[in-house]
Nanobody, 120 residues
Framework: VQLQASGGGLVQAGGSLRLSCAAS????????VGWFRQAAGKEREFVAS????????SYADSVKGRFTIDRYNAMNTVYLQMNGSKPEDTAIYYC??????????????WGQGTLVTVSS
C-alpha cells in the first residue's frame, strides 16, 4: 500500500480543513488507517484511526469532538475533517495503514506528511 496525504495549509483558529489520504494497492479496503501528527520539537502522536469498513473510529482525547475520520473505499481515500482548529493542532500530519491502535510502530505503511498551520 502506498499512501499520499494532502490538504494541509494555513487556517485560522476555529476554522476547518479536510485532509485526504489517497492510497494505491488492492488491499486498501482491507486495511485500517490512522492519522498521526508531529509538531516541531515533539514526538509523533496519534490523532485518529478507522477500521477497514469504516464502522469503528478511534480518536485522541485532544481532538475528540472536533475531528472526524472517514473513508471512501471505492476511491481508496481516507479523510480527516478538522473543525474547531486550535493553534496546538499545528503539525505535520501523516496517514498510515495497517492498524487501529494508537502506537505508531503498529503501522506498516506511511505516507509523506502534509503541513497544517493554525494561526491564532
Amino acid at each position: 500500500v502506498q499512501l499520499q496525504a494532502s490538504g494541509g495549509g494555513l487556517v485560522q483558529a476555529g476554522g476547518s480543513l479536510r485532509l485526504s489520504c489517497a492510497a494505491s494497492g488492492r488491499t486498501f479496503g482491507e486495511s485500517a488507517v490512522g492519522w498521526f501528527r508531529q509538531a516541531a520539537g515533539k514526538e509523533r502522536e496519534f490523532v485518529a484511526s478507522i477500521s477497514p469498513s469504516g464502522a469503528i473510529a478511534s480518536y485522541a482525547d485532544s481532538v475528540k469532538g472536533r475531528f472526524t475520520i472517514d473513508r471512501y473505499n471505492a476511491m481508496n481515500t481516507v479523510y480527516l475533517q478538522m473543525n474547531g482548529s486550535k493553534p496546538e493542532d499545528t503539525a505535520i500530519y501523516y496517514c498510515a495503514a495497517g492498524s487501529l491502535l494508537p502506537e505508531a510502530n503498529e503501522y506498516a505503511y506511511w505516507g509523506q506528511g502534509t503541513l497544517v498551520t493554525v494561526s491564532s
